[in-house]
C-alpha cells in the first residue's frame, strides 16, 4: 500500500494543487471530469451511509434497543452539517483532537485485552500461503479506502507542498490502527468469527477486565467511536460538497450539505438489516472501490502524465527548423 501511495504521489507531481477531478478535466475536458466526479460522488455517499448505518445498528443494540434506527442516523448527520457550517478548517481541527483519541482508546483497549490473547494463534505465518496472501488476497487493500482522501488532499492543504509528507502519515496511521485491530482480533478468538449481529472488537473491550473503579469500560470504548464516526460522516459530506462545487461551479457550498446529508440518510436505510449491509460491503461495494480507486483513478493519473509529458516535447518538425 506505501509503494503504491508513493506512485500516486509522483504522478501528481505534475499536477500541483490539483485534485483527480482536476486531473481528469485535463485529461479529457468535462466529460472525464463529471463521470470521475460522479463516481466519487456515487461513493462516498455509499460508504458513508453503509458505514454509519453499521455503526448505528452496533449502538442500538449494545445501548438503545427501543431507539429508531433512523432517529440515531439522523443525529449523526445533523452534527456533520452543522461541522461543515463552520467550514473545513473546523473539521480540521476537531480530527486533531479526535485521531490522537481514538489512537489511545485502541492502545488502551490492546493492553486491557492482552493478558487473554494467545501469541500461537498467528501461526501458520502467511496462512494458506504466499499466493492467497499476497495474489488471492490482494483484495484485502479495501481496508485503505483513506486512499480515496489523498486523492482530494493537496487542493485542501494549506501548504501543498507537504502533500508527501502528510500523505505518509495519514496511510501509516491507518496502518496503526488496522495493526492493533487486527491483532487484537486474532490473538483474542480461535477461529474466524462471522457476527452479523455486533462487532467483535466491542465484544472484547465489554469483557475486559479494567479494574474494580470502571465498570462498564465498553462505553469509554464507545465515546471514542462515537467521536471517530462524527468526524468521518463530516469529512465525507465536506468532500462531496467540493465535488459538486467543482462539477457545478458554484461559489456557495454550505448549503449543498443538506442534499448531501439527505442522500447518504435514504441510502442508510435502504437496507433491510445488518446481514444486508455486511453483503452490500463485502461482495458489491468492496470491488467497487477497489475499481475505483486502484485501477480507474490510477490510470486517470498515468495517462494525464503522458498527456503531459507529450505536451511539454517539441515537435520533430520545431527541432528541424531550430537547427
Given at each position: 500500500m506505501f509503494i503504491f501511495l508513493y506512485i500516486i504521489l509522483k504522478l501528481f507531481k505534475n499536477f500541483s494543487n490539483s485534485d483527480i477531478v482536476d486531473v481528469a478535466e485535463y485529461l479529457g475536458g468535462k466529460f472525464l471530469k463529471i463521470i470521475i466526479g460522479t463516481l466519487f460522488i456515487a461513493y462516498f455517499i455509499v460508504i458513508s451511509a453503509t458505514q454509519l448505518r453499521n455503526f448505528c445498528e452496533i449502538l442500538q443494540l449494545a445501548y438503545f434497543p427501543g431507539l429508531p434506527i433512523s432517529l440515531l442516523i439522523i443525529l449523526f448527520l445533523a452534527i456533520a452539517v452543522i461541522a461543515n457550517k463552520f467550514g473545513n478548517m473546523s473539521i480540521t481541527r476537531i480530527n486533531l483532537i479526535v485521531v490522537p483519541l481514538v489512537m489511545i482508546n485502541l492502545l488502551i483497549a490492546f493492553f486491557c485485552i492482552s493478558s487473554r490473547f494467545v501469541p500461537e494463534r498467528i501461526f501458520p505465518i502467511l496462512g494458506y500461503g504466499i499466493n492467497e496472501t499476497f495474489f488471492s488476497g490482494t483484495t484485502n487493500l479495501f481496508a485503505f479506502t483513506g486512499l480515496s482522501y489523498i486523492y482530494f488532499l493537496q487542493p485542501l492543504l494549506k501548504n501543498s507542498e507537504k502533500f508527501k509528507k502528510v500523505s505518509f502519515i495519514g496511510m501509516g496511521i491507518?496502518?496503526?490502527?488496522?495493526?492493533?485491530?487486527?491483532?487484537?482480533?486474532?490473538?483474542?478468538?480461535?477461529?474466524?468469527?462471522?457476527?452479523?449481529?455486533?462487532?467483535?472488537?466491542?465484544?472484547?473491550?465489554?469483557?475486559?477486565?479494567?479494574?474494580?473503579?470502571?465498570?462498564?469500560?465498553?462505553?469509554?470504548?464507545?465515546?471514542?467511536?462515537?467521536?471517530?464516526?462524527?468526524?468521518?460522516?463530516?469529512?465525507?459530506?465536506?468532500?462531496?460538497?467540493v465535488i459538486f462545487k467543482k462539477l457545478g461551479n458554484l461559489n456557495s457550498k454550505f448549503p449543498l450539505a443538506y442534499p448531501t446529508s439527505a442522500l447518504i440518510f435514504i441510502v442508510a436505510i435502504l437496507p433491510k438489516g445488518i446481514a444486508e449491509i455486511r453483503f452490500i460491503e463485502n461482495y458489491i461495494f468492496k470491488y467497487f472501490t477497489l475499481i475505483l480507486l486502484f485501477i480507474i483513478s490510477f490510470l486517470v493519473l498515468v495517462l494525464a502524465n503522458i498527456k503531459h509529458k507529450k505536451l511539454k516535447l517539441p515537435n520533430k518538425e520545431d527541432l528541424v527548423n531550430e537547427v
Open positions: 491507518s496502518a496503526i490502527y488496522l495493526f492493533l485491530s487486527i491483532t487484537t482480533l486474532l490473538f483474542s478468538f480461535a477461529d474466524v468469527l462471522s457476527i452479523n449481529e455486533i462487532s467483535p472488537i466491542y465484544l472484547l473491550v465489554r469483557g475486559a477486565d479494567w479494574g474494580r473503579f470502571i465498570q462498564r469500560p465498553d462505553s469509554v470504548f464507545f465515546l471514542g467511536w462515537i467521536l471517530c464516526m462524527m468526524s468521518y460522516i463530516s469529512i465525507s459530506i465536506m468532500l462531496v460538497i
